[in-house]
């Protein structure tokens, strides 16, 4: 079955001001539309790939055949990374984490705004194109760190509970070259009840199966 570009679940210019119609509708549509057409074109010489999800191919990538392994690397990944970053985020979002997810990053980074100085760190030092990750580890541990291009943490055996883009792509048309302001300003459209969910996921041990998306 042919993996498939989920709408977008809010209006393009639901998350104004902080991000603007134009860049929404540029990241999802062309961006992210590329990122499941060209996994699908790789997967055309491989049918045997065809049943798994998204997470699972880019799982473990040694398995994967070496002919397509970049791109599945690359597309499989920018289609995960995606797929959660539309739902992670929400119109009139943002405020203080509150339930589990605030427990746990008040136990690991004292609070919240040292929390985010840190994530924004990661994001701001990200050389070129990349993502900045609150991911959980296998003893049940968060930490935060990034990944080039659209790596992803689950293939380093970890869980991506909730991670930013900071390609030029996610921020440039507002807001130029001044990558810190916008990872500053993303905090505002932030859905604290969807990342407790995938917190939650990763705490029952669910692995890095998004239920929405696996199909096996
Ligand atoms: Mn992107």
């Known amino acids: 079955m042919a993996h498939e570009l989920p709408p977008l679940p809010y209006a393009y210019e639901a998350l104004e001001p902080t991000i603007d119609k134009q860049t929404m509708t540029l990241h999802h549509d062309m961006h992210h539309g590329a990122y499941v057409k060209n996994l699908n074109a790789a997967l055309e010489k491989h049918p045997e790939l065809a049943g798994q999800s998204a997470e699972d191919l880019i799982r473990d990538l040694n398995a994967i055949p070496e002919d397509i392994r970049a791109a599945?690397?690359?597309?499989?990944?920018?289609?995960?990374?995606?797929?959660?970053?539309?739902?992670?985020?929400?119109?009139?979002?943002?405020?203080?984490?509150?339930?589990?997810?605030?427990?746990?990053?008040?136990?690991?980074?004292?609070?919240?705004?040292?929390?985010?100085?840190?994530?924004?760190?990661?994001?701001?030092?990200?050389?070129?194109?990349?993502?900045?990750?609150?991911?959980?580890?296998?003893?049940?541990?968060?930490?935060?760190?990034?990944t080039p291009n659209q790596d992803n943490p689950i293939s380093q055996g970890l869980y991506p509970i909730f991670g930013n883009d900071v390609w030029e792509h996610a921020y440039y048309l507002k807001y130029n070259n001044r990558r810190p302001e916008y990872l500053a300003a993303w905090w505002n459209t932030v859905n604290w009840d969807e990342i407790n969910k995938r917190f939650a996921a990763f705490k029952a041990g669910k692995g890095v199966h998004e239920p929405a998306m696996a199909h096996r």
């Open 72 to 146: 599945v690397r690359n597309n499989a990944g920018g289609h995960v990374n995606h797929t959660m970053f539309w739902k992670i985020m929400k119109p009139k979002g943002g405020g203080d984490p509150s339930g589990p997810i605030a427990e746990v990053i008040q136990k690991t980074f004292g609070n919240f705004n040292d929390f985010k100085t840190k994530f924004n760190d990661a994001g701001a030092k990200q050389f070129g194109s990349g993502w900045a990750w609150l991911a959980g580890k296998p003893n049940g541990d968060v930490q935060i760190m990034s």
